[in-house]
């Protein structure tokens, strides 16, 4: 458990896991409002996100905060407004078109070879350096 300040509100809180960002009080008006607005395009398939907005109360922000990290699929809203970081076309999820999201992975993969980075033998098949090389390194600029 680490010590942490709420995104939201900036109270201190013990976040159990890493990728916890906010209090428990936070995190659930925040999971209260995701269900809102799911329940409401289950309801309106159709609807615009100012139609979500004005009929549920959650900011347009925090519906494209959920769309670009996955968490909210909203391929039946029209005039979402979320633009693909690469081309600039418009997307209903995540953070890229399907064409660059394929572009990004063909230049990883030729990046790397076709092969996924190895690590060294005997490192427990953990990727990365030793602290010992680090001080090893320090010591020799002194």
């Known amino acids: 458990m680490a010590l942490r300040n709420c995104a939201n509100c900036g109270k201190l809180f013990n976040a159990p896991t890493a990728t916890m960002k906010l209090c ?30 004005k ?3 959650v900011e347009r922000k ?10 909210l699929d909203v391929a039946g809203v029209k ?19 399907a064409q660059c999201a394929a572009r ?8 790397l ?3 996924k980075p190895q690590s060294r033998p005997g490192a427990g098949g953990k990727a990365g350096f030793h602290v010992a090389d680090s001080i090893v390194r320090r010591r020799r600029r002194h």
Request: some cysteine; hydrophobic content about 25%; aromatic content about 6%.
């Open 113 to 115: 070879g076709g092969q």
């Open 104 to 111: 990004l992975q063909d230049d990883a993969k030729r990046l």
């Open 24 to 53: 428990m009080e936070c995190e659930r008006e925040d999971q209260k409002q995701f269900d809102q607005v799911k329940e409401y395009i289950k309801e309106h398939p159709t609807a615009t996100v100012i139609e979500i907005t």
């Open 79 to 97: 005039d979402l407004g979320l633009r693909c970081e690469g081309c600039g076309e418009a997307i209903t999820n995540g953070r890229f078109c």
């Open 55 to 57: 009929e549920t109360g």
């Open 62 to 71: 925090r519906l494209y905060e959920w769309v670009r990290s996955g968490r």
